[in-house]
């Protein structure tokens, strides 16, 4: 057998640096996956994963610190995301962290994001379950957006109906716009109406503080008291007057001209009356007339 | 045309009763270790430096061709896992078993074939050595397990010439290019294509041994035997490839 020395040993090292090689690949894509090496476990709720798969990386602040072990439906709106994270980092993810799921790149895989908590909460334990943070799906943003877009394009359209009728129409904003006439006229007018507000405030002015009978009507008290008093004696002067017409109407001499006046009036009453009946009866006519027609 | 249909269905069946021949021989008894070592020397060993030289040029040659087009989208940094994955899953595996198609297949057909023709072979028999067994075992066992170990080698070289090759244009060491290799790299990489190499390995070995042990007496069916060996080897690792990555594809 020493005869075949020559070639065993260059054999045996083809094989072994073969198999080696095998082997270190197959570790370090194991490694990659986070099948060896201390890990521990965390949790999370979703109502959506939008597209996370089994091996996808977890990051936090932005290191790739562990990948997706496990998802799973638990209820018909509720997905449990298990994640396997490096020890390492165990004591830097507090309790109130939160995981989100967001996109890596514009093409690439999606990655699970753990946002740092408040560095005064204990950090998380095996098992722990992590709150988290819905994303904003690409098809919420689009439908917004829609919306948006919707609404800018019928606001368009009335300002481009409205732009129209402004250039072509003969109303009076045109016409302020177009018409330099008419804009002429404005000017004018808005002039007579600065000239004539500037008179009524030299009015107002002196009613304020003029010593006229208007302007002691309305700032005077003394005078519009004695105005009241004044009133009153003509309300009760009045008062006098009809009870002297009263007396008036029964005394002989004046007895006649008032019948008159009650006669002439009963007359008007009767006549109204007739002419009511009147038309109620040519409306019966018509319509029995009506109904004939119809019957026909 | 019925005779010539008819000589390729005979020699269809004639190929399945050998494969199940050799099956049948495989669990016998008296395994001839010391010359299954030495075809795994010739097969393996032998074969390095030409796989070495092919899978680091296929690397090399990868990366400056996919180069262009992935810097067209900005993905240059995208090159060493696009490199590692075709290689892996693909080229080191099919590039290796030609080569050796090319080598072994046509070796075993060539050496199985003067042996038939010099009747050597006739000569065992009489000697109370099982030909078959002896020749025939060994070359194939040799070739299904030193074929993958052949396709590991072309990998891990062609991983080497694209890092060669990625260097050439622009800068990157050796630790971040390893990492971007294994940031792209799965199991569902790497095992489909494994095993398949050895079902390259099985043929290479299979077609080069019946060519050569069914090889008809005179020098001139030695040649023949070769050559057809390597021709129905290359042929039947792409048709084996095909299967197994259609294979691969629907269950994963």
């Not at chain 1, 045996?12 to 370090?28: D, E, Q």
């Not at chain 2, 060519?211 to 690792?237: D, H, P, R, W, Y």
Request: hydrophobic share 45%; net charge positive.
């Amino acid at each position: 057998m020493t005869k075949d020395n020559g070639f065993t040993w260059k054999l045996g090292m083809f094989v072994t640096i073969g198999m080696l090689a095998f082997i270190l690949t197959i570790y370090f894509v194991g490694k990659q996956k986070n099948m060896f090496g201390s890990t521990f476990l965390l949790k999370s709720h979703f109502k959506n994963v939008s597209g996370l798969k089994i091996g996808n990386n977890v990051r936090f602040s932005g290191i790739n610190v562990g990948t997706v072990d496990a998802i799973e439906l638990i209820t018909d709106s509720s997905v449990v995301v298990d994640l396997l994270i490096e020890n390492d980092v165990k004591s830097f993810i507090k309790t109130d962290a939160k995981a989100s799921i967001s996109s890596d790149g514009l093409m690439g895989d999606k990655v699970l994001i753990i946002s740092s908590g408040t560095s005064a909460k204990e950090s998380v334990k095996n098992n722990d379950i992590l709150a988290s943070k819905s994303a904003i799906e690409i098809e919420d943003l689009m439908k917004s957006m829609k919306k948006s877009l919707d609404n800018v394009a019928l606001i368009s359209e009335d300002l481009a109906q409205f732009s129209h009728k402004v250039n072509n129409s003969k109303g009076a904003l045109s016409k302020m716009i177009i018409d330099e006439e008419f804009s002429n006229s404005l000017k004018s007018t808005l002039i007579n109406l600065q000239t004539s507000s500037d008179e009524f405030a030299k009015f107002t002015t002196k009613m304020n503080n003029g010593k006229g009978a208007l302007s002691k009507m309305i700032n005077d008290e003394k005078f519009s008291r004695s105005l009241d008093s004044t009133m009153s004696n003509l309300q009760s002067g009045t008062k006098g007057l009809s009870e002297n017409m009263e007396a008036a109407k029964s005394s002989f001499l004046l007895k006649g001209y008032f019948n008159k006046k009650e006669k002439a009036d009963d007359l008007k009453k009767t006549n109204l009356k007739r002419q009511s009946i009147l038309k109620q009866k040519k409306d019966s006519i018509n319509r029995i007339i009506l109904k004939k027609d119809t019957i026909r | 045309m019925v005779i010539y249909l008819k000589s390729i269905f005979t020699d269809a069946g004639n190929l399945i009763l050998f494969t199940t021949r050799f099956f049948r021989e495989i669990v016998k008894p008296l395994f001839e270790t010391h010359e299954f070592i030495k075809q795994c020397y010739v097969i393996g060993y032998k074969s390095l430096p030409l796989v070495a030289v092919t899978g680091f040029i296929m690397g090399l040659v990868l990366t400056l061709q996919s180069r262009p087009t992935l810097s067209k989208f900005g993905a240059e940094s995208w090159l060493p896992g696009m490199v590692a994955l075709s290689l892996i899953r693909e080229i080191a595996p099919v590039i290796t078993a030609l080569i050796c198609a090319g080598k072994v297949s046509s070796g075993i057909g060539a050496e199985l074939g003067s042996m038939k023709v010099t009747e050597q072979i006739d000569a065992m028999e009489v000697s109370a050595i099982n030909p078959f067994k002896y020749l025939v075992v060994t070359r194939i066992l040799a070739a299904t397990l030193m074929i993958p170990i052949l396709v590991v080698f072309a990998d891990a070289i062609g991983i080497l010439g694209g890092y060669v090759g990625f260097n050439i244009h622009s800068d990157v060491n050796m630790v971040r290019y390893n990492a971007q290799v294994f940031e792209s790299l799965d199991f569902i990489d790497i095992f489909p294509a494994t095993i398949k190499t050895f079902f390259f390995g099985f043929s290479i070995g299979l077609i080069g041994c019946y060519k050569g042990f069914t090889a008809s007496n005179g020098t001139e069916s030695v040649g023949k035997a070769a050559n057809s060996a390597v021709v129905l080897a290359s042929l039947i690792i792409f048709i084996i490839d095909m299967l197994a990555v259609q294979i691969t594809d629907l269950f994963f």
